[in-house]
């Protein structure tokens, strides 16, 4: 069911216009600039945007989040925040990766190391994606599966957390 979706949604992708990307990317990172989250964040790991691919480009926000002295990375462990990629999302919050479970490893991996709601040391989570990329009903999702805390896209916010 996932590579159905993932394979949809990318065809569907592929036909947007570099212009239409453009717009909604700047769109974009003028909400994940204004989130609470980032604005109170200190070290944000950010995935790096492929040229000219049909996704949201990063280029603006790791800019920056540098110029703002911030440190920005792909660390290990001890973030505040994750701002990472999706394929597809539905209304329900829930993301659909490139496939092969990289972001759910990673933050089961820094939940493990430097803590969670209980210890005090949250980790926020942001999805960034395109309006598109938005699937009528529910993203097909495993047990090890984790919702990002917000996903942002160029109208705004869904709120992923019950």
């Not at 989570?125 to 009528?136: D, H, M, R």
Request: glycine fraction near 6%; charged fraction near 25%; aromatic fraction near 8%.
């Amino acid at each position: 069911m996932k590579p159905a979706l993932r394979k949809s949604i990318r065809q569907s992708l592929s036909a947007l216009s570099q212009s239409t990307i453009e717009t909604q990317s700047a769109q974009i990172t003028k909400h994940v600039l204004a989130h609470p989250a980032y604005n109170a964040a200190t070290r944000v790991s950010i995935y790096i945007s492929k040229d000219n691919a049909p996704e949201v480009s990063t280029i603006a926000l790791i800019r920056h989040t540098l110029s703002a002295g911030k440190q920005c990375f792909i660390p290990r462990w001890c973030v505040d925040l994750v701002i990472m990629p999706l394929l597809a999302f539905d209304t329900e919050g829930w993301r659909l990766g490139h496939g092969g479970g990289y972001y759910d490893r990673f933050l089961a991996e820094c939940e493990k190391v430097w803590g969670n709601e209980q210890s005090g040391n949250v980790i926020r989570t942001i999805a960034i994606a395109l309006k598109e990329q938005l699937v009528e009903g529910s993203v097909p999702r495993d047990e090890y599966d984790k919702k990002p805390d917000v996903i942002i896209v160029a109208d705004g916010e869904f709120s992923c957390r019950n």
